[in-house]
């Protein structure tokens, strides 16, 4: 007997249209094959549905790799459409190194510093909502508040100038479709992003940044010679790549679990303390980053199946976030459950470093409507923006009644 296990495959592009629009039942396909799939389309690399796996391979970053990518390309042997990014595409050494200092800048120390901003911009937004809602109006979600908070709180905190702005929205669209395949999702975000690359590089400019933010931090570093001047622009690089749309999806998908599940926002504005775990549900139950990659720098194994090396794994975080074998009754949005150990922000030493940030924006903003706010209501069909990697709404419109 010399059975070599084999892994099952499946017919699935996770890329298609009505995947990007609905991929539970494609999450639900993949779990049920296998601990690890292949799939048609995509010959060369494996796919990990479950819970299980996916947090195994996050855990082991030694055979795991990321500096190969994190998206479908595999940067040995094709070139990254951008200068790699100094801690999402590194591995250790060079990781440990920007790592702690993107830790130290964003710590929960440094979130105290910004909370009462937060704060206060996102009562004067909500309060706002509810005025042109309350006079007949709908707001959309999106346009009106997932899209603005971000955009307000999170380059103010940076250091960035208020121009332009959207740009950064543009640039997020760009690098989480860039992980995905050459299709046409990545075409359109590649012509939109021509003219904003500048005005990013421009923006990580130490003279283009307001002494004392997140982005002079890394500058202050620099001096102190933790890390060079020359990695300074592209660590800074990393806040305006992966601070923005990261949380307007995070807000606006906490929005539209929130406003299709009416009696959980009722719990909510009973007791606004609930707004972390709130968020955190919503995380888990509608990731904004659906999917990341590792590389196999040896031959190994996923539950016991042999991936050969430079095989890339394709890690379905949404999906590990809804695995039954994890989560019970996971389709429900359930702000009662405290879903400890979801993988929506990652794991292992990848976890993503803006967590106490994308967080504190989470729990202000709820914490505002649900003192302002006492029923949030569908108010027409909302639509999907198609994204390689986020879950993504375009538009969400909303009734908003006052408390
Ligand atoms: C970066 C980066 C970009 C996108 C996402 C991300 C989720 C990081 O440039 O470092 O983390």
Redesign the pocket.
């Known amino acids: 007997m010399n059975e070599t296990p084999t892994i099952p495959e499946l017919d699935i592009d996770p890329y298609a249209a009505d995947n990007l629009t609905d991929p539970y039942p494609m999450h639900e396909r993949m779990r049920e094959a296998g601990p690890v799939v292949r799939l048609t389309p995509y010959p060369s690399l494996v796919a990990c549905g479950r819970h299980a796996e996916v947090h195994a391979v996050f855990s082991d970053h030694a055979t795991f790799i990321s500096g190969a990518g994190?998206g479908l390309a595999n940067f040995n042997t094709e070139t990254p459409f951008r200068p790699k990014?100094?801690?999402?595409?590194a591995d250790p050494p060079l990781h440990t190194q920007t790592r702690t200092v993107l830790s130290r800048v964003l710590s929960p120390k440094a979130v105290m510093q910004i909370r009462a901003a937060f704060t206060e911009v996102a009562e004067q937004m909500v309060e706002r909502l509810v005025d042109q809602s309350a006079n007949g109006g709908t707001v959309c979600g999106i346009h009106d508040l997932a899209q603005i908070y971000p955009l307000k709180v999170f380059p103010d905190a940076v250091g960035v100038g208020p121009d332009a702005r959207e740009n950064l929205l543009v640039y997020?669209d760009m690098?989480?479709n860039s992980m995905g395949p050459r299709n046409a999702l990545l075409a359109r975000a590649a012509e939109r992003m021509v003219p904003v690359t500048a005005w990013i590089m421009e923006h990580c400019k130490r003279e283009n940044l307001r002494p004392g933010g997140f982005g002079d931090q890394i500058y202050q570093a620099a001096d102190s010679g933790e890390i060079t001047h020359e990695q300074a622009p592209?660590?800074v690089?990393?806040f305006?790549?992966?601070g923005v749309?990261?949380t307007v999806n995070g807000l606006g998908n906490v929005l539209f679990a929130l406003a299709h599940n009416p009696g959980e926002y009722a719990k909510l504005h009973a007791d606004a303390t609930l707004a972390r775990p709130a968020f955190e549900e919503a995380l888990r139950w509608e990731s904004p980053?659906q999917t990341?990659f590792r590389t196999a720098v040896r031959d190994c194994e996923i539950a016991g199946l042999p991936v050969p090396e430079n095989t890339k794994v394709l890690c379905m975080l949404a999906s590990a976030n809804r695995d039954p074998r994890k989560w019970p009754d996971p389709d429900r949005y359930d702000i009662g459950r405290r879903p400890t150990g979801h993988v929506a922000l990652?794991a292992g030493i990848?976890g993503?470093?803006?967590q106490a940030v994308a967080r504190l924006e989470g729990e202000v903003v709820l914490t505002a409507l649900a003192k302002r706010v006492k029923r949030i209501e569908p108010a027409g069909a909302h639509t999907r923006r198609l994204n390689n990697t986020l879950r993504a709404l375009e538009t969400l419109p909303l009734r908003l009644t006052p408390a």
């Open positions: 994190v990014s100094l801690i999402l595409e997020g690098i989480f592209l660590l690089r990393s305006l790549s992966a749309d990261t980053a990341f990652g990848h993503c470093v803006g």
